[in-house]
């Protein structure tokens, strides 16, 4: 399998969407929409916007389904990701005769269209981790820190093994945090009816344990 590593700038709840039935990759990182599978995983390291620490992780999530934009908008699973529905959706290309149109939204204009459309897919992923401003430091024997200049994303060849111990990991960091955080935290982004129901693999902010970028 692939890890696809990149560096976040901003974590606003949109690129990646948060919200129920799964953590979605619809819009931004083009490049990474295009490129990676079923069975692949997407983690992110956060930006100097988030955080002064270059290997602390964001987010991850391992990709179980990889949709067309006309699916994704037509699945009732996806409806809570459209604007009328969410603060900061990702689910904004109506399917029409001879392509998309991007819907009013107030996260995306229409000058990045060509930038989300040219992703192709949506990424779905069934399993994922958030930690928000709890970001735990990778250990440098993961082999997937981005060393050597920051910008544009790594695609890694991992073996079975190197994955199940990055997940361990990233397990054992998210129990660190002790369960689901807040609406205010992680499920920011969401709409404010549905805000409750984001809560599907994120977990506490470290901001009531700082230990957990130990892990």
């Not at 699945?75 to 900061?88: G, I, W, Y």
């Not at 735990?136 to 910008?151: E, F, H, I, K």
Request: proline residues 6%; hydrophobic residues 40%.
């Amino acid at each position: 399998m692939r890890v696809f590593t990149y560096v976040i700038q901003f974590d606003a709840g949109a690129a990646p969407n948060y919200c129920e039935p799964a953590t979605t990759l619809a819009i931004c990182k083009p490049r990474i929409r295009r490129s990676a599978q079923v069975g692949d995983a997407v983690l992110a390291f956060q930006g100097s916007f988030l955080g002064p620490e270059p290997h602390a992780v964001c987010w991850a999530g391992l990709i179980t389904e990889k949709l067309i934009f006309e699916d994704y908008w037509n699945d009732a699973r996806f409806a809570s990701k459209k604007p009328d529905a969410c603060s900061v959706p990702d689910n904004i290309y109506l399917p029409m005769r001879g392509g998309l149109a991007q819907v009013r939204n107030n996260v995306h204009g229409p000058e990045e269209t060509q930038k989300d459309i040219g992703g192709q897919f949506v990424l779905v992923c069934g399993e994922s981790w958030r930690f928000g401003s709890a970001a735990p430091v990778m250990p440098a024997d993961l082999g997937l820190r981005m060393v050597g200049g920051r910008r544009a994303h790594r695609a890694h060849e991992i073996e079975d093994a190197q994955w199940r111990r990055l997940k361990a990991w990233l397990n054992r960091c998210a129990q660190e945090l002790g369960g689901p955080i807040s609406a205010s935290e992680a499920q920011r982004g969401c709409g404010s009816d549905k805000a409750k129901t984001c809560a599907h693999s994120t977990k506490k902010a470290a901001v009531r344990r700082r230990d957990a970028r130990k892990c």
